[in-house]
């Protein structure tokens, strides 16, 4: 029976394999990122929309 060298990729992104150590990272990254309430959101969209109108 033979075992395994290599780490298997994790297919999370088509054409784009990576390892689930990488894919980890990345969540981590995103986490420590800007995060807004439900009313900050809608607001900033509301605006956005104003401005895209006129």
Known sequence: MKTAT???KNLATPG???LQEEFVSLI???E???FLTEKEFD????KWRLERKK
């Open 28 to 30: 981590r990254e995103a």
């Open 16 to 18: 784009k394999p990576m």
């Open 43 to 46: 607001e900033k969209f509301q």
């Open 32 to 34: 420590k990122g800007e």
């Open 6 to 8: 290599e780490k298997p």
